[in-house]
């Protein structure tokens, strides 16, 4: 299971049924879940943690340091969950300790080709990023978003579950849950309904958040004004909670 040209410390840890494919290098502090598929050249360094049943193709770079002129060596880690999926020529970078020191990738995940994720941005599962798509550091991205192909995302956004953000978007201000945004600058253009439809949202649900997103963005309210009415519809329909809640933490301001 292991290509004699491969690279691997003694001391990193492999669990039962993890393939290494030719010329690829894994690092001492490197912990690999059972199942894991590495394919040729693909390079695992740092204090990278990976779980089971992930498929990692050729030349990704993973657990490098964190391009952050502060860093300074810190032991910082890199956290890949279970059964993603991870394309080539990805980069996953370790977390700093500005922050929680951690970069990290939950499960289930469909990561296209060059996707970036700098030092501790924080993914969830069931999320889909195309092509390009580049994290900054400090980004939390909700399960189940969807970032186009180009996709820029500036340093410490939020972009909420159930998300869609469209090709070549750059996003400079937290992506509240269940909105979809385009262009650039970017400009919201409604909720995800066909992405909650096929994660089974019942028809009710879905009305209630589109009530709740013409309430945010159709209705002239101030953004206080409209998590006010958001709140009310939250407490009818727990679904659009998801999008009360996030309203009240945001830092950036959304895109409005």
Not at 58 to 71: R, T
Not at 128 to 155: E, K, P, R, S, Y
Request: hydrophobic content about 40%; proline content about 3%.
């Amino acid at each position: 299971m292991i290509h004699p040209t491969a690279l691997i410390h003694p001391e990193a840890r492999l669990a039962s049924g993890v393939t290494v494919g030719a010329y690829s290098i894994i690092g001492k502090q490197v912990t690999i879940g059972m199942d894991t598929r590495i394919d040729d050249h693909v390079r695992i360094i740092g204090r990278t943690t990976i779980g089971a049943r992930n498929r990692i193709h050729s030349f990704c770079s993973l657990g490098g340091e964190p391009q952050d002129k502060k860093y300074q060596g810190e032991n910082s880690a890199l956290e890949i969950g279970d059964d993603n999926t991870i394309r080539e020529f990805c980069t996953f970078n370790t977390g700093t300790d500005d922050d929680v020191g951690v970069t990290r990738l939950g499960n289930h995940n469909w990561i296209m080709a060059y996707v970036h994720l700098a030092h501790d941005c924080q993914v969830g599962n069931h999320t889909t990023f195309a092509n390009n798509a580049t994290l900054a550091g400090h980004v939390h991205v909700g399960d189940w978003a969807i970032l186009g192909g180009f996709v820029g995302i500036h340093q410490f956004v939020q972009v909420g579950a159930h998300s869609f953000i469209g090709i070549s978007a750059v996003i400079t201000q937290d992506v509240p849950p269940y909105v979809m945004v385009a262009g650039n600058p970017a400009a919201p253009h409604g909720i995800n309904s066909e992405g909650l439809r096929r994660r089974g949202f019942s028809t009710d649900e879905i009305a209630a958040i589109k009530q709740a997103y013409r309430k945010l963005y159709r209705s002239g309210l101030s953004l206080e004004q409209a998590r006010e009415e958001v709140a009310l519809i939250a407490g009818q329909v727990p679904k659009v909670a998801l999008l009360g809640e996030f309203l009240s933490k945001t830092t950036r301001g959304i895109i409005r």
